[in-house]
């Protein structure tokens, strides 16, 4: 049986985690706030209390964690206890320079492969095991992470060999772009049509079933018409991701929408809308 390192069980680990163990994986799970992981005890995952103490004599670390700072960190000190010929899956949001510091990382503790393979998705989808793993590995260490995506996804697309320059999380930043735009579109969408004494369920009616509809429209869109914003994905996390978008841009192309997107995120930010779900970034629209 593999043994897996899970470090980060947030809104988005924690159930990754609980569907890895429902998968029957031998599972340790590590949380900077231990009260977070706890609950996965439930279901036959053994909390610990580092990073090391995950990973010494697993298989392979899962870093599912919120940012590039917080996954060096944590997964320096896994990777150094995993067991020699181990696989580093990297599996959170982080950008391209964390990930090629990822890779460095496990170059310097040696007999570590890392596997670059963030996810699309959010809450609900990873409760129910429907992410998309966007993947970039060597061929010989895929078998090997195969099963444990498929525990928490419905779809493993591999883009590359190459986990820093081919990477799935170039992918993921692109994919990233398109849903955080479509955010902000229905936000402010419905900001206009409430300024003009437009019903915004009218908006959404209209849309419905033409080539321009998207089901994220009506998910968002109804949150926003109810005012109730429960963290599907939270503000603060779309802002840091929007972040890692113009970042990643070269000087070569401008994104003119992801600047805006940026920019929206930070005002709803300021607005004291960061712990509640992205779709809050409607509140930007509002002077």
């Known amino acids: 049986m593999t043994t897996v390192a899970f470090l980060g069980t947030g809104t988005m ?3 990754m985690a609980r569907n890895l163990a429902a998968a029957g994986v031998d ?12 609950p996965l005890a439930e ?8 990073p090391a103490e995950a990973a010494r004599g697993a298989d392979v670390l899962i870093t599912m964690l919120l940012d590039g700072d917080s996954t060096i960190a944590a997964g320096r000190e896994a990777a150094a206890a995993l067991n020699s010929g181990g696989v580093w899956a990297q599996m959170g949001t982080i950008g391209l ?7 460095a990382t496990a170059a310097e503790v040696g007999g570590i492969t890392v596997v670059d393979a963030p996810v699309l998705g959010t809450k609900l989808p990873a ?8 993947a970039a590995g060597a061929p010989e260490v895929r078998e090997r992470v195969q099963p444990l995506f498929d525990a928490v996804g419905t779809r493993t697309q591999w883009v590359g060999e190459d986990p820093a320059k081919a990477g799935g999380s170039r992918l993921k930043l692109v994919a ?14 419905i900001a206009l049509a409430e300024d003009l004494g437009v019903n915004p369920e009218d908006f959404l009616a209209a849309i419905k079933g033409t080539a321009t509809d998207s089901p994220y429209a009506h998910m968002k869109g109804a949150a926003i018409i109810s005012g109730e914003f429960p963290p599907a ?7 840091k991701d929007a972040g890692l978008v113009s970042q990643a841009a070269s000087d070569a192309v401008r994104l003119d929408l992801a600047e ?4 929206r995120f930070a005002r709803a930010l300021t607005a004291g809308h960061a712990d509640e779900d992205m779709s809050a970034v409607y509140y930007a629209s509002h002077r």
Do not use: M, Y
């Open 27 to 38: 599972l340790r799970v590590w949380n900077r706030t231990r009260s977070k992981a706890e």
């Open 233 to 239: 994905f939270a503000l603060s996390a779309a802002a």
């Open 13 to 15: 680990g924690a159930p």
């Open 176 to 189: 990233n772009n398109w849903v955080l735009t479509l955010i902000n579109a229905v936000g402010e969408s």
């Open 97 to 103: 320079p964390a990930t090629e510091q990822v890779c």
């Open 260 to 263: 805006a997107v940026r920019a």
């Open 127 to 134: 409760e129910k095991g429907e992410l998309v793993v966007l």
């Open 43 to 50: 279901v036959g995952a053994t909390v610990v209390d580092s």
